[in-house]
């Protein structure tokens, strides 16, 4: 999939344009209003990258698994916002044209992680167990190789 979305540079359009449509819903955009890391972009990007088949950059240099679901975690329910931050990825997907097949696959995951793993604990941070694997995604659905040690 990660080749199938262009590679290093494909994955970087796409986590730019899922990052202006964001910015730009008044819902979504509330997520990043208390200010989020300079290199955002660059850092999802290596994220998505790996969790679709790439290379490992987002755990050899930014960190691991659990940490990125405490970052999301403690927030409470929020489903309208999740609701919409989909349809941002769904329609930054048509903004780098990418194509139909792979637009399927990749909602199916982006639904997933935004709902499952980064939804996972709304109540704490401290709920977010240790060990947690960057979650793979193939053509086939979740792997069973990213969900935990």
């Given at each position: 999939m990660y080749e199938a979305a262009g590679g290093e540079l494909?994955?970087?359009?796409?986590?730019?344009?899922?990052?202006?449509?964001?910015m730009a819903d008044e819902v979504v955009a509330h997520a990043f209003s208390h200010g989020f890391h300079p290199r955002h972009t660059q850092r999802l990007a290596a994220y998505w990258a790996e969790a679709w088949g790439g290379p490992p950059t987002y755990s050899a240099q930014y960190g691991d698994e659990t940490t990125v679901v405490r970052i999301h975690s403690g927030n409470g329910l929020h489903e309208d916002m999740d609701r919409r931050a989909i349809a941002c990825f769904d329609a930054a997907m048509?903004?780098?044209?990418?194509?139909?097949?792979?637009?399927?696959?990749?909602?199916?995951?982006?639904?997933?992680?935004?709902?499952?793993?980064?939804?996972?604990?709304?109540?704490?941070?401290?709920?977010?167990?240790?060990?947690?694997?960057?979650?793979?995604w193939s053509w086939d659905g979740l792997q069973p190789d990213g969900l935990s040690d």
């Open positions: 494909g994955v970087l359009r796409l986590a730019q344009a899922w990052h202006d449509r964001v048509a903004d780098v044209d990418l194509a139909d097949d792979l637009r399927t696959v990749l909602h199916d995951y982006f639904a997933w992680a935004t709902t499952t793993t980064m939804g996972g604990y709304p109540r704490s941070p401290d709920d977010v167990p240790e060990g947690l694997r960057l979650p793979h």
